[in-house]
């Protein structure tokens, strides 16, 4: 990652299929002004649609890369396009966007103005609103990431199958646990002391796992509410496939074990298995996809011990901070007890209060 100094943000939009991709392009250089930008396209095609040719020939000065698949071969998934992405990046900051988000007006100014103003932020996160339901917040990134302590995420405005309005009460930037990889803002001083995306995730969780590392190195993570973007959803991969359900339940236990401390990790582990036991569990309820996916992840991390411990030691060398500091950015309880059996449904139900500038 070289910097140039007339470049502020290089916009890295991971590509699969579909002109999807000009729509993005089109908000991008609409809505975008106030600030000096490239745009990247990582392509991640496995086969050549004639998407990334239409939009060349109406914005002749992006730059496409390939993710090192090809035409032909299996995709290499998000993570990999954003890192190819990342590692030609000029830009002082760099934003990895969707290519199924479009942007608003004053978007991209607001994300440098909050970020330079504060060296300790590492990342931060615009409010994402549904492109379907324009008045609802995102299901995936809402108004900014949190995590609970035993590594389950969820968000200010969404908690599992809960997705709320958004009505203003996220309108404050605050402190949040991770910001949504399909529109993460990134410092990239801040990069280079912790890495690049952990490609073995190949997709969801990545994104979590570098705000983790952000947060072991030191630095914060907040939302810029004053950025908004809309996303689509769905387009890579459908939301109740066994794929999504089977990466989301490997990679987060996968993240847990390469960030948390080893006294952490021996206190919370069982309180996690005996989660993913009941989320197996499922079953008994005709929810046969979550239940295997639920195993089948745990049975993956059983199976590769090595490969964990390999990647936890990565993680483990950005540590700059002991895990008390971490826990303090962290939701102290379960996140999934409070959903299902004490039936809260907001993240303003869970005490977080002045910890994170939500009301209570």
């Not at 309180?271 to 049975?299: K, P």
């Not at 993956?300 to 700059?320: C, E, Y």
Request: proline share 3%.
């Amino acid at each position: 990652m070289s910097q140039t100094p007339d470049i502020d943000v290089s916009i890295i939009i991971p590509h699969y299929l579909g002109d999807i991709l000009s729509d993005c392009l089109q908000s991008i250089y609409d809505h975008t002004d106030g600030v000096s930008f490239e745009v990247i396209v990582a392509d991640d095609q496995p086969h050549d649609d004639g998407s990334i040719g239409r939009a060349l020939e109406r914005w002749p000065d992006i730059r496409v890369v390939k993710t090192g698949g090809g035409y032909g071969k299996p995709t290499k998934g998000l993570a990999c396009g954003c890192n190819r992405g990342l590692e030609v990046a000029q830009g002082r900051f760099a934003m990895l966007l969707n290519n199924d988000m479009e942007v608003t007006s004053g978007w991209l100014c607001a994300l440098v103005e909050r970020v330079d103003g504060d060296p300790e932020v590492g990342a931060a996160q615009p409010k994402a609103r549904s492109m379907r339901e324009k008045e609802r917040l995102d299901s995936e990134g809402a108004a900014g990431g949190l995590m609970d302590a035993y590594a389950y995420p969820f968000c200010l405005g969404r908690m599992f199958d809960t997705v709320e309005q958004d009505e203003g009460q996220y309108d404050c930037s605050v402190d949040i646990f991770w910001a949504l990889g399909g529109a993460m803002f990134l410092r990239i001083e801040a990069l280079d002391k912790v890495g690049l995306l952990d490609e073995a995730f190949y997709m969801h969780m990545e994104e979590i796992d570098l705000c983790w590392r952000f947060h072991l190195a030191g630095y914060r993570i907040v939302s810029v509410p004053d950025a908004v973007v809309y996303h689509w959803g769905g387009f890579s991969l459908k939301a109740e496939s066994f794929q999504r359900l089977y990466l989301k339940h490997r990679n987060s236990l996968v993240m847990f074990l390469k960030n948390a401390s080893g006294v952490s990790i021996l206190r919370r582990l069982p309180v996690r298995l005996m989660i993913e036991f009941f989320a197996g569990a499922a079953i008994l309820t005709g929810d046969w996809r979550r239940a295997a996916a639920a195993w089948f992840g745990v049975l993956w991390v059983i199976l590769h011990p090595l490969a964990v411990l390999r990647r936890r030691t990565t993680a483990q060398n950005v540590r700059r901070v002991p895990d008390r500091e971490v826990d303090n950015r962290m939701y102290r309880g379960s996140v999934v007890w409070a959903y299902f059996a004490k039936g809260k449904r907001r993240a303003s139900e869970l005490g977080l209060g002045d910890a994170r500038g939500i009301a209570d």
